[in-house]
């Protein structure tokens, strides 16, 4: 079961500590659902909005953030997640990240960002400067 949070505050980042030792730092105006406790192997989670995921490395489960029709998957990594309005931006910081989109798919690796816009058009880019404010 998957219990619903929000951002109470607008102008407050809200600091989460998942079951499997996840961290998520959050922007307001965040929207996220996520159980109380994972079930092996399945760790997922639903969210809309903007933050900072640092991801428990788990050899044996893979990591699922629902977001739209998006799915981003790993089993320990960091990176920003933006969605705003159907797009999505992406941003990975430390280990791999795999993005889905119906059929068509990504995998990044550090310092490459994704753009998705509500059409469905992916952008990789590479070689980025990454920093805590990446979305600033």
Same mark, same amino acid.
């Given at each position: 079961?998957?219990?619903?949070?929000?951002?109470?505050?607008?102008?407050?980042?809200?600091?989460?500590?998942?079951?499997?030792?996840?961290?998520?730092?959050?922007?307001?105006?965040?929207?996220?659902?996520?159980?109380?406790?994972?079930?092996?192997?399945?760790? @997922?989670?639903?969210?809309?909005? #903007?933050?900072? !995921?640092?991801?428990? %490395?788990?050899?044996?489960? &893979?990591?699922?953030?629902?977001?739209?029709?998006?799915?981003?998957?790993?089993?320990?990594?960091?990176?920003?997640?933006?969605?705003?309005?159907?797009?999505?931006?992406?941003?990975?910081?430390?280990? @791999?990240?795999?993005?889905?989109? #119906?059929?068509? !798919?990504?995998?990044? %690796?550090?310092?490459?960002? &994704?753009?998705?816009?509500?059409?469905?058009?992916?952008?990789?880019?590479?070689?980025?400067?990454?920093?805590?404010?990446?979305?600033?």
């Amino acid at each position: 079961m998957l219990n619903p949070i929000d951002s109470a505050d607008e102008n407050c980042a809200t600091h989460l500590l998942l079951p499997d030792g996840s961290q998520l730092r959050l922007q307001s105006g965040f929207i996220i659902q996520s159980p109380s406790s994972f079930q092996n192997p399945e760790r @997922m989670i639903n969210f809309y909005g #903007e933050g900072f !995921f640092d991801i428990a %490395a788990h050899s044996e489960s &893979l990591f699922t953030i629902l977001s739209g029709n998006l799915r981003i998957e790993t089993r320990g990594a960091q990176f920003w997640i933006k969605t705003n309005k159907g797009e999505t931006f992406v941003i990975v910081v430390r280990g @791999m990240v795999k993005i889905t989109q #119906e059929k068509s !798919f990504a995998v990044m %690796a550090p310092r490459q960002q &994704l753009s998705l816009r509500p059409e469905g058009i992916f952008h990789l880019s590479h070689g980025l400067s990454i920093t805590d404010s990446a979305f600033n």
